[in-house]
């Protein structure tokens, strides 16, 4: 296993990106030898330490660089400057095959002519066939079969375009270990699949990463999956890391405004209401305050230091029990979340209070401090 360092790592994609036959920028419809403009961007001083046998999730939105920085890790994609490292090695002149990694791609990468059962010993296909090879292959087939169990057996006379997405998938987490790799990394692997199959392959693969116990580094703009499998979680946004902890410490002390309008873990309301902090009080009139709206008291009477608000609307989860009211604060609104409440209706007035509440600058965005009543 391995403990994976990333040290300022940098690289940048001009406006112009030529397109070679190794090259692994995806440029739809180019042929090799063309130009075609794309989106500057770049990844910047990005510093990251995933511990060995531990699981990061990087992420966030679409387009903030997740997948070229596995790539990079990978060895998929070059730097320009910056070091990675595994176990304290430096990995960067290693090439991709070098770096004991195994990698689930998002559409999987199956080869289509090969059956399942020799997609997952794809590693052996290409190396010289002896007896010890021979033999090794048999013993991380075996291996591999003994610790995914009875859900790959009956795939393994099959070709991918027999198999279904979870199925595809199996044989994809199958292929990487078999190469005994030091490195898991995937990318948005349920990202093809409905629902019901998503929750259900979660499951399995969390079991297996147990199982294994390998480092592991998972990209994912999902934040369930985001909280079912991290260990530790690195939020990504425009090529930069703003913040990394685990879930609840990112969840509960949020680097920014960005970090905090993207974490929600309640789905029927905002993921925080950010107010001018002269609305709450004179003390906080030169910054911004954030407070979730799990975190807001709400009274249909008057009480000393809360705040007036009128509701504007609400919208009521029977199956939770909950509701996320909207109270309109002067030129702006809050969301509340409740539970359900037959006292709470639009046009009546009520009054506020924040147990927890964040401040941040005006400017910057960056959060200053954290206040729990």
């Not at 990694?101 to 794809?122: E, R």
């Not at 905002?270 to 910054?287: H, K, M, Q, T």
């Not at 979340?337 to 046009?347: N, Y």
């Amino acid at each position: 296993m391995a403990k994976i360092e990333l040290i300022d790592v940098c690289t940048k994609f001009t406006t112009k990106q030529k397109v070679t036959k190794n090259s692994f920028i995806s440029l739809p419809s180019v042929k090799s030898g063309e130009h075609k403009k794309v989106k500057p961007f770049s990844i910047d001083n990005v510093n990251l330490e995933i511990p060995d046998a531990k699981t990061l999730v990087i992420l966030g939105p679409s387009g903030c660089g997740k997948t070229t920085l596995l790539k990079i890790i990978a060895g998929l994609i070059p730097v320009e400057s910056g070091n990675i490292r595994f176990d304290g090695v430096d990995v960067m002149n290693l090439k991709p095959g070098e770096r004991k990694i195994g990698m689930v791609f998002q559409d999987y990468a199956l080869y289509p002519h090969l059956t399942s059962k020799q997609n997952i010993l794809a590693y052996f296909l290409f190396r010289k066939r002896t007896r010890e090879m021979y033999a090794e292959a048999k013993e991380k087939f075996d291996k591999t079969s003994e610790l995914m169990g009875v859900d790959l057996e009956y795939l393994l006379d099959r070709k991918p375009g027999n198999l279904s997405g979870g199925e595809k998938q199996r044989v994809a987490v199958g292929r990487c270990i078999t190469r005994d790799p030091k490195v898991f990394l995937m990318d948005e692997p349920f990202s093809n699949l409905d629902r019901m199959l998503r929750d259900k392959y979660r499951k399995n693969l969390k079991t297996l990463l147990r199982k294994f116990n390998v480092t592991t580094v998972y990209v994912t703009h999902d934040q369930l999956e985001a909280y079912f499998f991290a260990d530790i979680i690195a939020i990504m946004n425009d090529g930069c890391i703003e913040q990394t902890g685990t879930y609840e410490e990112v969840y509960n002390q949020p680097a920014s405004i960005f970090v905090s309008d993207f974490l929600n873990i309640n789905t029927g309301c905002p993921a925080i209401n950010i107010i001018d902090g002269s609305y709450v009080s004179g003390e906080f009139a030169e910054v911004l305050i954030g407070v979730r709206s799990e975190d807001i008291i709400i009274s249909n009477v008057s009480k000393d230091n809360y705040i007036r608000c009128e509701i504007n609307d609400r919208d009521d989860n029977v199956l939770q029990k909950t509701s996320c009211v909207i109270a309109a604060l002067k030129d702006t609104t809050l969301s509340i979340q409740t539970p359900l409440r037959e006292d709470l209706s639009p046009g009546k007035p009520v009054w506020l209070s924040f147990q927890r509440f964040h401040t941040f600058d005006k400017n910057t965005k960056k959060r200053i401090k954290t206040y729990t009543i």
